[in-house]
């Protein structure tokens, strides 16, 4: 190397290290500066303006950051594993205070960006909806508290409290084939916003559960809304003023849901006009009926009562087109007594009867009660109840045990027993209502002697 060339490198050595150091100042202060301004208007700005702000500062910030970090908002669960933070202590000097807001904050590298923002992110916001509605406190609503009227000014015509019966159609006694294709039914159901969209329909279902008391029609009502994860509005119709009280109540019921009407037979007189107009009256009768009928049923202006036509436009009509899925249930023990017009498809889609019950049912209540699948037992009531009938309540009481000393063999005995004293009992009616057909041709015998 010759001397001259000597000062070239150290020259470069000294404005190199300059350059840099320079630099890194300036971007340094920038940043300062940002930071210094942002705190200020942080403090003094309105909020849009700090938005604004904030959404630059962080675009600047991440151009020299590799990790990018983003807030999910309301996010509730764990399976981010993200860090959560609060957004109040940094702002408590603002103005304008804003309510407090959890969020977990998510921090990867730039390259997996793609897959954050489009797969990750939608699987999370899937994720999260799952949870809510799971975690979502369900309610039972009922329109038949005394003073329910009373808060309709402005506020809901409904009270409630949460909703935790714990039937589930596992526990429910009933035939496994049945039971599956119910299940079933109503997760389609759940599942079909777009199939109803695109068949013009509202999402909605009706059915209609009908059998003897203590037949489990509640109980399933039950096991329908754990399902399903839905709310339960009890609407009980006799409390309801008139029609157009009746509107307000379907109006304002809630997406995911289920709207009861039990014992519908004896909520009010459906029957009336329908069955009298099949029997082709004379003028007179004509006349009694129309009295009967404007009895019944009043016309809506004088207010006093729900008719069958306006129950009809509603399970039809203006409620049902507010959109979201609405399961509507009726309940009856006298399924002839009701309108066809009432539970003719479309309007109750699905018609199930609850009946007495099966062996199959017995062995549910079983393993539910006493938890036992078998027993020695077993084979005598199978046999008595194929020769008689009994209710699933009533096999309830039996099973289940009403001291620490009822064991299974116990609780198994008393339904035995109970069962010989019905076939007994139904035999001695038989042979009764024999007796009484055979009276008259007796008497007849008699006499022609
Ligand atoms: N199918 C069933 N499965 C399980 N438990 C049942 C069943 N049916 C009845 N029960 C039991 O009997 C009790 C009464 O049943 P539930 O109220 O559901 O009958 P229901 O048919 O609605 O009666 P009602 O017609 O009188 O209203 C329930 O609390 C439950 O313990």
Redesign the pocket.
Known sequence: MTPKMMPMPNMMARMMPMTMVEMWTTVGSTIASVMFFGAIIRQYCPYEVRRFFDKYTNNLMSFFNPYIRIAIHEFTGSQARAHKTSSSSSRSMSLYPEPERRFYRLTFHKRYREMITEDYLEHVVTKGKQVKAKNRQRKLYTNSSPNYRYSSHGQSMWSHIPFEHPATFE????EPEIKQEIMEDLLTFREGKDYYASIGKAWKRGYLLY?P???????MIAAMANLLNYHVYDLELTAVKDNSELKKLLIETTSKSIIVM?DIDCSLDLTGERKKKEEKPSEDEKEKVKKEISRREPKEESGSKVTLSGLLNFIDGLWSSSGGERLIVF?T?HVEKLDPALIRRGRMDKHIE?SYCSFE?FKV?AKNYLRIEAHPMFDSIEQLMKETKIT??DI?EYLMPKSPREDAEKCLSKLIRALEEAKEKAAKERADEETEDNEPAKRDALSED
């Open positions: 526990t429910l006694a009933m059998g008391p203590g037949t489990g029609k509640s109980t039990e309940t023990n609850l049912g209540l699933p309540a309830a």
